[in-house]
């Protein structure tokens, strides 16, 4: 069955370092979804991509944050200066289409960044 | 603002007993409901999803129901087994955006 593929599956980073998440979603899919879960928090959203652009982002997906599909297969997200309160598994999702038009969603399993 | 509250937090039963898992949101102006299984340091698999305008969805022993006007969903799992000790996360997508909202989720363990 086709996945996503998240790397590195852990990152510990210095605070105030970049870091780079990467992902390669399923193939055929045109939709791309970052999320992130805190510890023992809610899955939060970050951001939706589309057509080579950001669709859609959260409040928490500020300045600090960016993403990108440099070529055909990846997409990533960057954080500019990591901060402590960045620590959490982020998610990388896609979809075919749009989800809330019934489509599923399919996640990664996670990178876990630790920021110290 | 749509929030998604999941009750139990955390839920123990024994092998083969039939449970249900409660999920709760407070706009019922949504597209549609879906639940998925967390399993401890791996990513969401989805489980099942309901559109607004359907009431219940059923994929093997699980059915999810959907009540939009009273803002409530449930997740029925017949005959549990060991397996199926997982964290279970309902989630909404509403108000023209495709973002999903997530509820805090119920810890199930199932006891052989």
């Known amino acids: 069955e086709p996945e996503v593929t998240q790397t590195p599956s852990h990152q510990v980073t210095q605070m105030g370092q970049e870091v780079i998440l990467r992902c390669v979603p399923i193939s055929n899919h045109l939709y791309f979804y970052w999320y992130r879960q805190i510890l023992g928090q809610k899955v939060e959203f970050l951001v939706s991509?589309?057509?080579?652009?950001?669709?859609?982002k959260s409040e928490i997906f500020d300045d600090q944050f960016s993403v990108e599909r440099p070529d055909g297969s990846n997409f990533t997200l960057k954080i500019r200066s990591t901060k402590l309160e960045d620590s959490a598994m982020y998610f990388c999702?896609?979809?075919?289409?749009?989800?809330?038009?019934?489509?599923?969603?399919?996640f990664g399993e996670g990178s876990w960044l630790t920021v110290v | 603002k749509q929030e998604v509250t999941q009750i139990p937090a955390a839920l123990s039963v024994p092998e083969g007993e039939n449970l249900v898992l409660n999920c709760s949101f407070t706009?019922?102006?949504?597209?549609?409901l879906q639940w998925f299984r967390q399993d401890p340091g791996k990513g969401l698999t989805s489980l099942l999803l309901i559109q607004s305008s359907q009431r219940e969805q059923t994929s093997g022993r699980l059915n999810a129901s959907l009540d939009k006007s009273s803002g409530r969903s449930t997740l029925y799992i017949a005959a549990s087994q060991p397996g199926d000790s997982a964290t279970y996360l309902c989630?909404?997508?509403?108000?023209?955006?495709?973002?999903?909202?997530f509820g805090t989720g119920t810890l199930l363990a199932v006891q052989p």
């Open positions: 706009d019922s102006a949504i597209y549609n």
């Open positions: 999702a896609s979809s075919i289409q749009l989800v809330l038009s019934g489509n599923t969603i399919y």
């Open positions: 991509f589309y057509n080579n652009e950001i669709s859609e």
């Open positions: 989630a909404v997508i509403g108000g023209a955006t495709n973002k999903l909202i």
